[in-house]
């Protein structure tokens, strides 16, 4: 029996360009399932792990309803933090890119750090389709500047850290200012308890989509490297000495980083190619063709191409920089280990990265403490137990560390002038927690 394809479960031909230039070979299982219902208008609880593809199995279905002939408020995405709204955001505008409506759809992107004065001077323009954080989503339609009683759809993404980051009474205030009959999509790796009075006030009958897959394959091994000082190419080479790849792909976190590491790994003789966003249609194209004729052992990438090329063979992926988020390392590492294979995932980690990990270890991946030494794996000691994360105890904390600016040198008294600017951060994170709440 032949996998179901995109073209079945009901998308048009522009998105369905839009999944071909994405690379998407087949729906994941929440998007099997997610499309048809979304593309018919109902309101849906999408359960599913990190990385199961839940973010597409919204973006393609809404894109796919735009109407283009109303210039007003189609789609409310909300997001818990910053970062998360703007690769949605991004996601968008590629999307857009790729179906060359890039005057056609509007897209307008509703954070904190941005200018209020140019963000208000955007929103002029209605926009199809709202990103943001529920905070200042609101905030700009306390001040006139957006309304958003025109859309039909309204995303609730990561439901669970909106209801820890306390933003479901600021939802709650969005919604009211919704249609009644909003369709609702509410995505999220869990459903706590204390969502359901909130679901079962806005979501009468909805379709609960819930997908039992677990994110890390069987046959996967997770490798950490503690990078400290050591130097990043010549690791590599100590690291393929042992691992012989049949294909590797080493990721970094910007165009400018694989570019500099490409050349590296160059001059140092191996057959690398240079796959990210910052190349040429053409360009792109061709690396791609060549990625999938197997011509290079060695492919240096941005997350572009960790979501969704099907790298036949791809025996090991290296994180030369841990991505920000979840998602990201496990499309990343999701490049290996495919069609029954074993794969292998190794990252180099700084200490800024520690709560990434412990994020990955909650969601059930079990990573090896590892180094290479005189061309053999060892296995090293976990963290080392004078790094700060061990002072760190409520989610509050962490997001507050995760803010503070590490010394380029380390003076006398560093640690406690980390401290105070950790305390400061925190307090500054209360408080916008209680203007949410208002």
Not at 101 to 110: A, C, M, P, T
Request: glycine residues 6%; charged residues 30%.
């Amino acid at each position: 029996m032949s996998e179901i394809n995109f073209k079945q479960i009901g998308l048009n031909n522009t998105i369905l360009n839009i999944v071909d230039k994405l690379y998407f070979q087949t729906p994941t299982e929440i998007q099997k399932e997610a499309i048809p219902a979304i593309l018919n208008g109902k309101s849906i609880i999408g359960q599913s792990q990190t990385g199961s593809g839940k973010t597409h199995a919204y973006l393609l279905p809404l894109l796919n309803r735009i109407d283009e002939s109303s210039q007003e408020v189609q789609i409310v995405i909300t997001a818990p933090t910053r970062e998360l709204s703007m690769q949605i955001y991004e996601e968008i505008k590629t999307m857009t890119t790729y179906a060359n409506k890039e005057q056609v759809w509007i897209s307008r992107l509703i954070v904190g750090g941005v200018d209020r004065q140019r963000m208000i001077k955007q929103l002029e323009k209605k926009p199809h389709i709202v990103v943001g954080t529920p905070g200042r989503i609101l905030d700009m339609i306390n001040e006139g500047a957006l309304s958003i009683y025109s859309a039909t759809s309204f995303v609730i993404d990561e439901a669970d850290l909106m209801l820890d980051f306390r933003f479901i009474d600021t939802i709650d205030e969005l919604l009211v200012r919704s249609k009644k009959d909003v369709q609702l999509l509410v995505f999220s790796a869990t459903i706590p308890q204390q969502l359901q009075p909130f679901l079962k006030k806005y979501l009468a009958q909805p379709i609960h989509i819930k997908i039992e897959n677990g994110i890390s394959p069987e046959k996967m091994e997770h490798r950490l490297i503690e990078i400290k000082h050591q130097d990043i190419v010549n690791k590599i080479m100590d690291i393929s000495e042992v691992i012989q790849p049949y294909v590797a792909i080493l990721f970094t976190n910007s165009k400018e980083s694989a570019n500099e590491l490409g050349d590296k790994l160059v001059e140092k003789g191996l057959n690398v190619g240079v796959l990210h966003g910052g190349l040429t249609s053409r360009e792109r194209k061709r690396m791609v063709k060549a990625i999938l004729d197997l011509r290079y052992q060695y492919i240096v990438a941005t997350d572009l191409a960790s979501r969704g090329i099907d790298i036949k063979g791809a025996s090991h992926v290296i994180n030369v920089e841990l991505p920000k988020e979840v998602e990201f390392y496990i499309h990343r590492v999701g490049r290996t280990a495919r069609a029954g294979l074993s794969g292998t995932a190794i990252s180099f980690f700084k200490e800024e990265d520690t709560s990434l990990i412990e994020r990955l270890e909650k969601n059930g991946i079990t990573f090896t403490f590892s180094d290479v030494k005189n061309g053999e794996w060892i296995e090293t000691n976990r963290f080392n137990k004078r790094q700060l994360r061990k002072n760190v105890s409520t989610k509050l904390d962490k997001e507050a560390w995760s803010r503070v600016k590490k010394p380029q040198k380390v003076k006398p008294g560093y640690k406690k002038k980390m401290k105070k600017q950790q305390e400061r951060i925190k307090s500054r994170l209360k408080r916008e927690g209680r203007r949410n709440r208002k």
